[in-house]
């Protein structure tokens, strides 16, 4: 099916510890976004990837698409409580030109202060 | 700017009652997307209208949802003969064209009695 998986389901750190969340998909990846939602609010986008073995960072956050493009992680270096929330991976699912998202179960980052 | 507006927030309803959800894109943007989202889940794909069309409603769970574009701005969703089942956020996102990232409002917290 089109469900993309995500692990850890929960994750819960220390402030100052690194986290990391892994999307894998059973089938090859057009592209893959990234999305965090905070406790209570909406998905707020964080980076596209589009290229085989692509990494992309934005300051604490390292993102990378998988050299098959099944997969993906997230790495978070040195956590912040306001690193708090769900982080989920999103994959497109094109037919016909058009495109749906297809969202992953997603990881709950806890981050004890 | 303006970003993605749903209305209401909130909706309390009896089971059997007709609902709608309204949800007024960021202005320009082509693609409209609704998702459900329950407790601890990730979004769950409903309908995606590229203009006035629905380009993919294949995520509708039954034949008591319906949603409408007609002018390719506003986009209300429809609920007949609500259940309890049918609780939950109802977040409605935008996008500029197909491969873009999705902008989400704050949803519709939707709760059938």
């Known amino acids: 099916g089109q469900q993309v998986m995500q692990i850890p389901q929960y994750q819960h750190v220390q402030e100052g510890e690194d986290f990391t969340t892994y999307c894998n998909s059973s089938?090859?990846?057009?592209?893959i976004q990234w999305y965090k939602q905070r406790p209570g609010g909406h998905p707020v986008f964080l980076i596209q990837l589009v290229k085989s073995g692509e990494v992309k960072k934005q300051k604490r956050l390292t993102f990378q698409f998988g050299e098959a493009k099944k997969n993906s992680s997230l790495h978070i270096t040195a956590t912040q409580t306001t690193d708090v929330g769900t982080y989920f991976c999103?994959?497109?699912?094109?037919?016909?030109?058009?495109?749906?998202?297809?969202f992953g179960t997603g990881t709950r980052l806890k981050v004890l202060a | 700017g303006a970003g993605v507006s749903q209305t209401p927030s909130n909706k309390v309803t009896e089971k059997g009652k007709y609902v709608e959800l309204r949800c007024d894109p960021i202005?320009?943007?082509?693609?409209l997307y609704w998702y459900r989202q329950s407790l601890g889940q990730g979004p769950e794909f409903l309908i995606y209208f590229q203009g006035t069309g629905a380009a993919d409603d294949s995520g509708l769970p039954n034949d008591r949802f319906f949603a409408v574009r007609p002018e390719g701005s506003v986009s209300t969703l429809k609920i007949q003969r609500t259940e309890r089942g049918d609780s939950a956020v109802y977040l409605c996102?935008?996008?500029?064209?197909?491969?873009?990232?999705?902008?989400f409002g704050n949803g519709t917290r939707l709760t059938v009695t």
């Open positions: 202005s320009g943007h082509t693609a």
């Open positions: 999103a994959r497109s699912s094109t037919t016909s030109g058009t495109y749906k998202y297809i």
């Open positions: 089938t090859t990846l057009s592209n």
């Open positions: 996102a935008s996008s500029s064209q197909g491969n873009s990232p999705l902008h």
